[in-house]
């Protein structure tokens, strides 16, 4: 076993093209699509100028389903395919790559770090790449705040995320992900990005709420490296305003 930080391919390929500039990533939940809905939805999306999918959501998951999405979404694209884990119940070998996250202000030491323990050596074995990530939730967290037993950030306590946040970096994460919560009225709020932002070295990922052009371009210009969106596609397909939050990502030059 050599010292060398170990970034896989996936991640480093992320990394590459944010050299160039932001990028946006589709969240799909598996058990809300089918496997061909899916695949549909992610060639849609990665024709548009999505770097990649993310398999995941807040509610049971079988693994058979996240194979077969999984399977179904890598032979429609070839940008990659990231779990998005919820559980143990989401690992997948067919997604090749999984976000190895941490609920950083969850109430329940599973989500921060038991199932890690428990699954880390099976993740070895299927092969998996694991991408290291802070997930930290801010209000009003919705699904994930209640699942997750998360003491979700208030929106104005703007030192409080950034707090989480640098912990994450000198924990050595290499991504920090702020959530407002699948579903959420209002993304996390475009202050709170900036102070992070000004306190971080690693990307920032923020997602929750993004349904407009005009929001992601809120969030990109307060320092937003990877914007995720999930509900957007998921109800309205491949339209206008998923159109444009793609658009504002794409004309957003490299810090
Ligand atoms: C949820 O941040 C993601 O984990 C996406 O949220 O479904 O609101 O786009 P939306």
């Given at each position: 076993m050599t010292r060398e930080t170990r970034i896989g391919p996936v991640e480093q390929g992320l990394l590459d093209q944010l050299e160039r500039g932001p990028i946006h990533l589709t969240l799909i939940d598996p058990e809300k699509s089918s496997p061909e809905e899916s695949a549909a939805l992610a060639r849609g999306a990665v024709a548009l100028g999505s770097s990649g999918i993310m398999l995941g959501g807040s509610t049971g998951i079988s693994p058979e389903r996240m194979d077969a999405t999984a399977r179904a979404v890598r032979g429609a694209v070839r940008a990659p395919t990231i779990i998005f884990p919820?559980?143990?119940?989401?690992?997948?070998?067919?997604?090749?790559?999984?976000?190895?996250?941490?609920?950083?202000?969850?109430?329940?030491l599973d989500l921060v770090i038991r199932t890690h323990a428990r699954t880390a050596l099976a993740i070895r074995k299927l092969g998996l790449e694991t991408v290291p990530m802070g997930y930290i939730v801010i209000a009003p967290g919705m699904r994930v705040g209640e699942v997750g037993q998360v003491d979700a950030i208030d929106r104005a306590d703007v030192a409080g995320a950034q707090g989480y946040a640098l912990a994450a970096e000198m924990l050595g994460m290499r991504w920090v992900y702020l959530e407002?919560?699948?579903?959420?009225?209002?993304?996390?709020?475009a202050e709170m990005v900036r102070a992070v932002r000004s306190v971080l070295s690693v990307p920032l990922i923020v997602g929750g709420g993004i349904r407009s052009g005009p929001e992601a371009r809120r969030l990109l210009d307060a320092g937003a490296e990877v914007l995720v969106t999930g509900t957007i596609a998921e109800a309205e397909g491949i339209g206008p305003r998923f159109r444009a939050i793609l658009a504002e990502v794409k004309r957003t030059p490299g810090r």
């Open positions: 919820e559980g143990p119940g989401s690992l997948s070998p067919e997604a090749r790559t999984i976000f190895f996250m941490s609920l950083l202000n969850s109430r329940n407002a919560g699948s579903g959420a009225p209002a993304p996390v709020p």
